[in-house]
Structures are given as C-alpha cells and as structure tokens.
C-alpha cells in the first residue's frame, strides 16, 4: 500500500514539472531566464514547482 501511494505522489509530481516546464518554454521570457527556471524545477522538483508557480513565467500554450 505504502509503495503504491509513494509512486502516484511521484508520478503526479513529474506530471506536474514536465507541465511547468512547458510553460516555461512558451513563456517569453529571456533564455537564460528560462534554463533557470528549468534548472530549478528539475534540481528541485516540488520546492521548484512550488516557486515556479508563485514567481514563475507564464507561456501561452495552445493544444
């Protein structure tokens, strides 16, 4: 049970950054401004998610 639960935390939080990062991308925002966020949201990724949603550029994504 303990496992299960710690690999859908897991998931959702990579499902979460892949999504920042993304937003990220599309924002337009300088390109060294985009591989910092990046960075952060992948060297720290629920500290990261976190900041990035408070602070972080907005892209326009269109799907």
Do not use: C, Q, Y
């Not at 591989?35 to 799907?63: D, E, S, T, Y």
């Amino acid at each position: 049970m303990g496992s299960t639960f710690n690999s859908l935390v897991g998931l959702i939080i990579l499902a979460l950054d892949i999504w920042s990062i993304l937003h990220v991308l599309k924002s337009g925002a300088e390109v060294g401004i985009k591989v910092l966020w990046i960075l952060l949201i992948v060297l720290l990724p629920v500290i990261g998610l976190i900041i990035w949603a408070i602070a972080g550029p907005r892209g326009n994504l269109k799907f």
